[in-house]
């Protein structure tokens, strides 16, 4: 039987619907007995919401293979969190591996939302609506800006729902200063993620 040989662009097309297998499959194994059930559904709405929001948008608006990859790491990242609750992820080999006094899941998940900055800067790049320049920066402040929202919302949640809930969803683990950490490890996603953008095809507008 012949093969039929696929180009790169043909082999890139594939990719996005291979993500949304992944993600899909990894909500239906984190819906599954997770830890906290109301802590689930706090973390994992906002991950559902963009989710169907890249989905719905897919034919009228499709961004590049990189893009998909970023964002979905942050989807399976934070899927992953939902169903332990991110304090309690099995990630005792990293936190021994650094001799850390805390589980760093949470703050590797934070890294990851920076990643959004790249979507964000050739969404304005490729819509003509910005510069490459400008639009890292929007990116960059886009990012910061919906880390600062997400620590508000972490506290509100906390303070409402109070009990084991509420501490295991704001996630600080004890420490005073968690909002601002989680806050720089977007912020330094995001800086990691434009990095990348200087370096793309976008760059010249």
């Known amino acids: 039987m012949q093969t039929m040989d696929l180009s790169p662009a043909e082999y ?3 990719v996005p619907p291979l993500l949304a297998v992944i993600i899909i499959a990894t909500m239906v194994w984190s ?3 997770p830890a906290d059930s109301a802590v689930w559904w706090a973390e994992m709405l906002p991950i559902m919401m ?6 719905l948008t ?4 499709r961004f590049s293979t990189v893009s998909y990859v970023l964002m979905s790491v942050l989807l399976v990242m934070h899927t992953i969190g939902a169903h332990y609750t991110f304090a ?20 590797i998940a934070h890294f990851t939302v920076g990643f959004y900055a790249y979507p964000a800067a050739e969404w304005l790049v490729r819509k003509q609506w910005a510069r490459p320049v400008t639009a890292m920066f929007f ?3 886009f990012i910061m800006a919906v880390a600062a929202a997400y620590e508000i919302i972490e506290w509100q949640f906390a303070v409402i729902e109070g009990g ?15 909002a601002q950490k989680d806050m720089l490890a ?3 996603g995001a800086v990691a993620a434009l990095i990348g953008f200087a370096f793309s095809r976008w760059r010249k507008g």
């Open 58 to 61: 897919y034919r009228t608006f």
């Open 186 to 188: 977007d912020t330094l």
């Open 31 to 33: 819906f599954i007995n």
């Open 88 to 107: 309690n992820v099995p990630f005792d080999w990293f936190t021994e591996l650094g001799n850390f006094e805390r589980n760093h899941y949470d703050r």
């Open 12 to 14: 890139r097309s594939k």
């Open 164 to 178: 084991d809930a509420g501490i295991e969803f704001l996630g600080s683990q004890g420490d005073v200063w968690d």
């Open 139 to 141: 990116g960059l402040f």
């Open 50 to 55: 963009i989710f169907a929001g890249l989905a």
